[in-house]
């Protein structure tokens, strides 16, 4: 493994130093963050410094930080515990909303997959039933970003509650929970750089929040459950070090690593097929249709190259289908099952830029309109 | 009288949470570095690397409790297995099954969660436990109807430690057809368990309980005869639909090293466990007049001693003995100054309860850590005494 180009960071990033150092060294303290004893307190403070870094990065406060067993719980629990009965959420949304209530109803999104504001008002003035709106702040697939701001004015105007699922944002760019205006907000550590299996679900003092997993009244009886206090100690590392990256440096710098990465494609084809561009996007997100070749034949051929990337969302493991984003923007199936997600993270460099351009170059040489151009047009080139 | 001192507080709270044993740690560690994928990635190496990972502890987590690999549902731990158990079970049945046994000394949170089904208008009987703690087996019979879907009986008691008979509950479940859950937080590692022979239908274990990483548990799922739930975290469909979320592999491993450490060493540590405990509970009555036993002593695990001193406030004991990391019940409720709930139903009135202390042996605990708990808990409790004479004399 060593030496291959690692550009599924939104699928999980890697494990950040700080991140591994917290983990391993809480890994050899014994304590119950609940026990009144020494270790127990020991253990207690561990995560309430923890609770403050991520309420740091979320820009909320530490009390309104709920920890749970990552984004998807977060997400099952926002839905299912704000104790509204009427869930719109945007089509495009991450399958943990999607499949969290049988109920929910979906707002379209338009080509570049951003949700119809005028739809949203529609659906929301057709009935009067206290509703919950859920949108995410940035797609995993495509990373576009959600216009939080004036999907919570639209959702005041009826009193519905905002949720807003910003796992592949946190990190990418800079937010705030205060900043957004919305009532509950997601997070997840492995995404960003801190440990799997934690995650956070932000909760402001406005929702009356039941708890989904009961039990011992951890989390201010919000989520049941002994906290796990190295993977809590973990998020808060990781939650430090992107902190500290939260003044947009790190942005640019994967904003630069992306463009250089569309720029030498687009030099390379005359139609590498950009998808979700027209609207404002995460900096290190790429979502490239190759038109003809299936999205599994890529990824299986950059694999073969030492190129780590993927066909869409991780979670449907097993299921070779479109995905549900692409086909909510308007893509017809084969388009949709043509497209890759490239995306960049805290250790990518330009040396992974390149090994991509060219491996995926190779790819459509041999398999893609490359290839027809070649076969169509023989010694066009000199 | 041995002259050793602790260098730090003497741990004996393995109830509550047990040391990641170093051998997991060091297990866990490289998914936590190189192997870091996630292990739901089919389009690359360092996907499949993770899942091999995550499908070998599955495997071991297995081997430990005599099931199948694809009978393991992973968690974040038994809180959420529990609620998974219950909620999930009740949903898919109670068009046709609408009623629930359990008992009064279940965990919290199996409680909790009987609660929120009666609040959904499930019927759920709570089985009352004897002086020694445990169910009484003709009582439990008689609560089961056509309408039962599921009795939830705990392996392992998380205060006074005793056992429940499982095999019995679980042969008594199986011939009249209802699921057989039981909270096995306690119990995995330290006593031997077998889904088979116990007719176990769905099992709830923690990580963290048996020197295994917190933040990760297991819920066993019967495949034949098939147990059907529905899932109280969707989303991706991980875990064959049973429960969403990206899986943690370095937990996922972390767990299953401790359960082949379990396996290979359970025996052997029982035996040491339980001549530690003997020595503990000999020390304690040889120094101090009024010691009793909370539940049964011989049905019990041997890591757990849960003992009453006559005319002690288990607080003040607690505040007096700050170098031993002891409690007086489970932590979820440590801080709260109600009498235990488990020790109320076994029939012991407040004032016991409140001189009550729960001592937790494991893994780690010496014999000069059980010596020098012996001498201070006796020391303070002579100092209690005198002052409690000097008090009563003025």
């Known amino acids: ?382 | 009288m041995s002259t050793w001192t602790p260098e730090s507080p003497v741990y004996l709270d393995y109830q509550a949470t047990t040391p990641t044993d170093r051998r997991v740690v060091e297990a866990m560690l490289p998914f936590f570095t190189e192997k870091f994928g996630n292990p739901h990635s089919n389009s690359h190496a360092y996907g499949w690397q993770a899942e091999v990972g995550v499908e070998a502890a599955r495997a071991q987590v297995a081997d430990l409790i005599g099931a199948d690999a694809r009978e393991i549902v992973f968690t974040s731990g038994a809180t959420e297995s529990n609620n998974l158990a219950l909620k999930g079970v009740a949903e898919f049945h109670r068009e046709r099954r609408n009623h629930f046994v359990t008992c009064l000394t279940e965990h919290k949170c199996v409680l909790e969660a009987a609660h929120h089904l009666e609040g959904q208008g499930i019927d759920v009987t709570y089985l009352p436990v004897g002086r020694d703690g445990l169910i009484d087996l003709a009582r439990l019979s008689a609560a089961l109807g056509d309408k039962t879907a599921m009795v939830s009986i705990m392996a392992v008691n998380n205060e006074i430690g005793v056992i429940q008979p499982l095999a019995e509950i679980g042969a008594l479940c199986r011939a009249r057809g209802i699921y057989f859950h039981t909270d096995a937080a306690q119990a995995v590692g330290k006593i031997p368990i077998d889904v088979n022979a116990m007719s176990i239908d769905l099992m709830s274990i923690s990580g963290h309980k048996l020197y295994g990483p917190m933040g990760i548990g297991v819920l066993y799922v019967r495949r034949r005869p098939r147990v059907r739930l529905t899932a109280q975290i969707d989303g991706g469909g991980q875990e064959r639909g049973m429960r969403s979320g990206t899986l943690a592999p370095p937990l996922c491993v972390g767990l299953g090293e401790a359960c082949a450490i379990a396996g290979r060493e359970m025996e052997a540590e029982a035996e040491r466990l339980r001549m530690l405990r003997d020595r503990l509970l000999e020390g304690l009555r040889a120094r101090i007049v009024g010691v009793t036993v909370n539940g049964d002593l011989e049905r019990r695990i041997p890591g757990n001693l849960n003992i009453s001193f006559d005319h002690i406030d288990g607080n003040a004991l607690l505040m007096g003995v700050k170098d031993l990391a002891v409690s007086t019940g489970s932590a979820c409720t440590s801080a709260s100054i109600e009498p235990s709930y488990v020790l109320r139903a076994l029939g012991i009135d407040d004032g016991r309860a409140f001189a009550s202390l729960r001592i937790g042996l494991g893994r780690f605990t010496t014999e000069e850590e059980v010596g020098y708990a012996v001498g201070r808990l006796a020391e303070e409790i002579e100092r209690l005494g005198e002052a409690t004479a000097t008090a009563g004399a003025a």
């Open chain 1, 1 to 382: 493994m060593n030496g291959a180009v690692y550009l599924d960071h939104n699928a999980t990033a890697p494990v950040r130093p700080e991140a591994v150092e917290a983990v391993a060294r809480t890994l050899s303290l014994v304590g119950n963050p609940s026990s009144v004893h020494g270790y127990g307190r020991a253990a207690r403070r561990l995560v309430e410094e923890a609770r403050e870094r991520v309420a740091a990065l979320a820009g909320a406060q530490p009390e309104d930080v709920v920890f749970t067993g990552g984004g998807s719980e977060a997400n099952n629990l926002a839905l299912g515990g704000c104790g509204r009965q009427r869930i719109l959420v945007s089509a495009v949304e991450h399958d943990s909303i999607l499949n969290a209530d049988a109920t929910l109803e979906t707002v379209p999104v338009d080509g570049d997959g951003v949700i119809d504001l005028d739809a949203l008002d529609t659906l929301l003035a057709r009935e009067g039933t206290p509703a919950l709106v859920s949108v995410m702040l940035a797609n995993n697939e495509t990373g576009t970003i959600q216009p939080v701001a004036g999907v919570v004015e639209v959702a005041r105007r009826h009193d519905a509650l905002v949720h807003c699922d910003a796992v592949q944002a946190a990190g990418k760019t800079v937010f705030s929970f205060s900043g957004l205006g919305v009532d509950m907000l997601t997070l997840s550590a492995h995404k960003m750089g801190g440990p799997q299996g934690i995650g956070a679900l932000i909760v402001g003092a406005g929702v009356a929040l039941k708890a989904q997993i009961r039990g011992g009244g951890q989390e201010r009886g919000r989520r049941a459950g002994t906290e796990s206090v190295p993977l809590i100690a973990g998020f808060g590392a990781a939650a430090l070090a992107v902190g500290t990256a939260g003044d947009g440096k790190e942005g640019r710098r994967l904003a630069r690593l992306r463009d250089d990465l569309e720029g030498r494609l687009a030099r390379l084809t005359p139609a590498p097929l950009l998808l979700g561009q027209g609207a404002p996007r995460l900096p290190n997100t790429s979502c490239i249709a190759m038109p003809g070749v299936a999205s599994e034949t890529q990824v299986m051929a950059l694999d073969l190259a030492g190129i780590a990337v993927s066909a869409g969302s991780a979670c449907s493991s097993g299921k070779v289908r479109p995905s549900h984003v692409l086909r909510a923007m308007g893509l017809g199936e084969t388009e949709a099952g043509s497209a890759i997600r490239v995306s960049l993270g805290w250790t990518s460099t330009d040396v992974d830029v390149e090994r991509f351009v060219a491996a995926w170059a190779e790819i459509d040489e041999r398999l893609g309109d490359g290839a027809q151009t070649r076969v169509l047009v023989p010694p066009a080139k000199a």
